[in-house]
């Protein structure tokens, strides 16, 4: 009787931590893929003849592959839209190669998204080489939730609910219906969005991570292999690339500390 007792509350207990912990596992990843549901129903407003839409395109790339959340064709120009699901406030700017998000004490830091999406649309001109002049337009779209001080001039970076009108107030036509035609049938075309395909883009980005940390411990871009350099800028000392002005790469600086700094302080 005593055992059944303790089984009825020794089973839910362990049921609740098991997926407590599988939530806070997959946590991340959930909030991505939702914040990428909530865009595309955005974007489904948008006239489906005078805009065509792909939603998480995986593309081949000389490097492995490159995972975009969001493509709109249209006659206005190829809008090209990373989105992120953070709340609290985001810091960063355009060439810095990581951005701050603080949601109450707890802060973190995350991949230059202006960055990331630069990659997307190289990626892109590469796939859709040879169909013509083609106008690209960057926009990072955050959560309703998030309050953002980011200073940035190639690209948007815009919350949800600012997203439709970005897209749709650019009026003037760039390309042409059979352009836009074109491009949509290459994209679907060379989007290789299968499960496999997947596993083998986040085994990629996860070794390309770990890639990027060994060059910064080097004293190396992680873009191009170029020699990290000690500058002055407006707001104080930072690392930059050698290869500038045609490499933008740009680290803050953190002067390496003492052994008694790092033994009381950490590294």
Not at 119 to 125: D, P
Not at 143 to 157: D, F
Not at 198 to 206: A, E, L, P
Request: proline share 3%; glycine share 6%; with cysteine.
């Amino acid at each position: 009787m005593n055992t059944s007792i303790y089984l009825l509350i020794l089973v839910p207990v362990i049921l609740f931590l098991t997926i407590r912990l599988l939530l806070n596992i997959y946590k991340p990843k959930i909030r991505g893929v939702m914040g990428e549901k909530k865009v595309a129903f955005i974007l489904r407003f948008l006239s489906g003849k005078n805009y065509k839409t792909l939603n998480n395109v995986l593309l081949k790339t000389s490097f492995g592959t490159t995972q975009i959340d969001h493509i709109v064709v249209s006659k206005r120009g190829i809008f090209v839209i990373e989105t992120k699901n953070y709340m609290g406030l985001i810091t960063g700017s355009e060439h810095c190669e990581m951005w701050k998000q603080t949601v109450y004490d707890k802060k973190r830091v995350f991949q230059n998204p202006i960055q990331q999406n630069k990659g997307h649309i190289s990626a892109l001109k590469k796939t859709l080489l040879g169909l013509g002049p083609l106008y690209f337009f960057s926009i990072i779209a955050f959560s309703n939730e998030a309050r953002l001080n980011v200073k940035a001039e190639s690209a948007y970076v815009i919350r949800w609910k600012r997203l439709f009108w970005t897209v749709w107030k650019h009026r003037k036509r760039r390309l042409s219906d059979e352009q836009v035609t074109q491009i949509t049938a290459c994209l679907q075309a060379a989007n290789i969005n299968t499960y496999t395909n997947r596993r083998i883009h986040v085994k990629t980005t996860k070794e390309n991570v770990v890639r990027k940390k060994a060059a910064l411990a080097a004293g190396l871009c992680p873009y191009c292999g170029g020699k990290l350099v000690k500058r002055k800028g407006k707001y104080g000392k930072f690392l930059g690339c050698s290869n500038f002005p045609s490499c933008r790469f740009m680290k803050r600086y953190e002067p390496k500390r003492g052994f008694f700094a790092r033994l009381f302080f950490g590294s």
